[in-house]
């Protein structure tokens, strides 16, 4: 079955430090997202990439960055610039932007400061 | 740019029917609806695109009223299984971005 893959589910981070939330999808997908999501609130969005070896900013870049080697695959890498990192983290992708499909999801990975 | 939903939660017994509208300040290409559940990634549920359209399947449906610039979620005879928060999501005609809505929880209770 197709899908998307996040890893790891649970990820701890010590202060100063950068860690990598992978990010792989089977669906043949053009257009992949990572998005935040804080307790009790909505998604928001942190990078994007409609195209292998390009990615824009969201509205909550600062702090991360990501790369779009392959098609297949989107990391996310947490910076220690990012202040207040813990939070829980989706993937998403999409045939392509403003196509009539909606989002498919991973099933995120929850990152803790310890 | 975000848009507004409300109610911000609601809790119905098993039966009842809920709406879940939302709300954008800005002309509407499309308008999409997602469930997800405590701990776990949104599911899409559907799409309706701008020119007036009504969606639904099994007991859910959605419309979306493009000269109001809004859109209705309609749960009808809820089960404890539609429990779960629910978020809009909306593109916009003058740009293709996307914005999530706040989010509405709804507790289904025997």
């Known amino acids: 079955d197709g899908g998307i893959t996040q890893s790891p589910k649970y990820l701890f981070r010590k202060e100063g430090q950068n860690v990598t939330l992978s990010c792989e999808q089977n669906?043949?997908?053009?257009?992949m997202y990572w998005y935040r999501q804080d307790p009790g609130q909505g998604l928001r969005l942190i990078y994007y990439?409609?195209?292998?070896?390009?990615?824009q900013k969201g509205d909550i870049a600062e702090g991360y960055s990501v790369s779009r080697e392959k098609k297949e695959s989107f990391p996310l890498t947490v910076t220690s610039a990012q202040k207040n990192p813990t939070a829980f983290y989706l993937c998403?992708?999409?045939?392509?932007?403003?196509?009539?499909?909606?989002?498919?999801f991973g099933s995120g990975t929850r990152l803790t400061v310890v | 740019q975000q848009p507004v939903q409300s109610p911000q939660a609601v809790i119905l017994r098993e039966g009842e029917d809920a709406v879940i509208n939302c709300s954008s300040s800005?002309?509407?290409?499309?308008v999409h609806w997602y469930r997800q559940k405590h701990g776990e990634a949104p599911v899409f549920l559907m799409i309706?695109?701008?020119?007036?359209e009504q969606k639904g399947h099994d007991k859910i449906s959605a419309s979306f009223n493009e000269k109001k610039q809004q859109s209705s979620l309609y749960l009808t005879a809820s089960q404890l299984s539609y429990s779960g928060t629910y978020f809009c999501?909306?593109?916009?005609?003058?740009?293709?971005?996307?914005?999530f809505g706040t989010g509405t929880s709804l507790t289904v209770i025997p």
């Open positions: 998403a992708s999409r045939r392509g932007q403003g196509e009539n499909y909606g989002y498919t």
């Open positions: 669906l043949n997908h053009d257009a």
């Open positions: 800005k002309a509407l290409y499309s």
């Open positions: 990439s409609q195209i292998v070896n390009d990615f």
């Open positions: 309706l695109l701008k020119g007036g």
């Open positions: 999501g909306t593109e916009y005609l003058s740009s293709n971005q996307f914005y």
